[in-house]
Structure formats: C-alpha cells, structure tokens
C-alpha cells in the first residue's frame, strides 16, 4: 500500500505534528502499600491486573510470594481477596413460590449465617435488595431466613431485605440498591 500523501506533506511542512507530545512514565508505575484491610500486609498494584497481596503481615520475609487479586465487593461494600470471595460464595438448588426449582449462587455474609441470592441459573446478577436465606440443619438446603430465625440471630430486618453497613453490621435503614459482588462469573456446580 502506497503512503498517505497528505499525511507526509502535512509531517513535513506542519510543526505541531514534528514533535508527539504524550505522557512520560519515568520509572516503575508499580506501587507497594502497606493495608490493614481485607487481611494486614503488603499490596502491590500491577497496571492492568489491579491489586494484590504479595505478603501477609504473619508469614515471614523469606517465604516465596504468591499474588493474591483484590477484588471489590459491592455486597458488604469492602475490598476482599478473591479467594475469599469464592470462600464465601455457594451454588444451591431452591424451590420458588410456584414449585419451580431454581439454581442460585449464593454469597455468605459477614455473620456467617445468612446469605444473599446474588447471581441466578445464567450466572447474570441479580439486582438487590436482596432477601436473606440460611442452610437449613435438617435438610442441608437453602432457605428463605424466617423472623424466628432473624431474632434468634438479633439481625435488623426491614421490609423482607436487609442493609449491610460498611462494618458488615445490618442497620435499620430504607433499603436502596445492594449489588452483588465484581467479581467472579463462573457459576460453581
């Protein structure tokens, strides 16, 4: 293919297009911090990958470095790591209203208990409020949490959904829009 002939003749009898002007990365733009949160320890940021934990504060300085991605969690409204993410996230099989069986994937609270419907069959999300289900002891199946259930934990319900604080604590407050997680959209079977 033959050269652009206007593009030669404006390079050469334009002055502004002589010279490109752009941004200058001097250095490393890799960053190491210190965080005390989602887990104490060294975090570096890598362009193009985000953050990771390349050293907890309890392992020593000779033990070899595994990565491990930081991912932002809109359910508890925190930074975790995201082996905690999929820690924290079960598939379960539920009958709805009408006797239909439903698989949701399910992510586990902060008090260990309940749990949020936040991604159905299609792995698509599913946008909050979101109602609080429990395991169930006897047949090891998920359910919708009853108010007997809610008071023997002492949780703050309101209208059927739940608020999560920052602090992972439940408030009684109006319920806006709670979104599931960023992060993972393999559906675990």
């Known amino acids: 293919m033959a050269p652009n002939l ?3 003749l404006r390079t050469a009898f334009v002055p502004k297009y002589w010279f490109r002007s752009g941004v200058r990365v001097h250095g ?4 190491d911090e210190h965080w005390t949160e989602p887990t ?4 570096r940021y890598v362009p193009g990958h985000g953050w990771h934990l390349i ?3 309890d392992t020593p300085a ?3 470095i595994s990565p491990e991605p930081v991912v932002y969690c809109e359910v508890v409204n925190r930074y975790l790591l995201a082996s905690d993410i999929e820690r924290r ?3 379960s099989v539920v009958t709805g209203k009408d006797g239909k069986m439903q698989r949701f994937r399910f992510f586990r609270l902060d008090d260990g208990v309940s749990w949020v419907a936040a991604w159905d069959d299609k792995d698509r999300l599913i946008q909050g409020p979101y109602r609080r ?3 169930d002891k006897e047949s090891g199946e998920m359910r919708l949490m009853t108010a007997a259930d809610v008071a023997e934990l002492g949780l703050a319900v309101s209208g059927g959904a739940v608020k999560i604080a920052r602090s992972g604590e439940c408030r009684k407050e109006p319920i ?3 979104s599931p997680c960023t992060y993972g959209s393999e559906m675990k079977g």
């Open 133 to 135: 289900w429990c395991l």
């Open 89 to 91: 996230c079960r598939s």
């Open 6 to 8: 206007f593009i030669c």
């Open 62 to 64: 000779d033990a070899p």
């Open 55 to 57: 050293r907890r504060d």
């Open 40 to 43: 104490p320890g060294t975090y």
């Open 176 to 178: 806006q829009s709670i």
């Open 28 to 31: 490393s733009i890799v960053q």
